[in-house]
């Protein structure tokens, strides 16, 4: 597979049921220069509305997403199609039904 695909769980994505799935908005953000916590635990940084592509040195990274109810999956493809251990990425997932 030229790209990363990697499947979430939790708490937040077990809420993503039939409803939620058929009468939601949702949206995740990926925080592309890395993420740090406030005092309060919550994350602070830039980010980015999926889908997300960012340019380095000739090549690019595209990221996107897709879901189901109960499942989040996020897809990580490179430009020249190599399939090369990706950074680690902080997302945010905003959900509103």
Avoid: C, H
Avoid at 2 to 29: I, M, N, Q, S
Wanted: hydrophobic fraction near 35%.
């Amino acid at each position: 597979m030229p790209y990363y695909k990697y499947t979430v769980t939790g708490d937040a994505v077990a809420k993503l049921d039939d409803f939620a799935a058929r009468e939601g908005l949702f949206f995740l953000y990926i925080y592309p220069y890395g993420v740090e916590e406030d005092k309060d635990g919550n994350f602070v940084g830039y980010q980015a509305l999926l889908p997300y592509t960012r340019y380095y040195n000739g090549y690019s990274y595209a990221t996107d997403y897709e879901f189901a109810p109960g499942e989040l999956t996020i897809y990580i493809t490179y430009s020249d199609f190599q399939v090369a251990q990706p950074e680690t990425f902080t997302f945010r997932l905003v959900t509103l039904w």
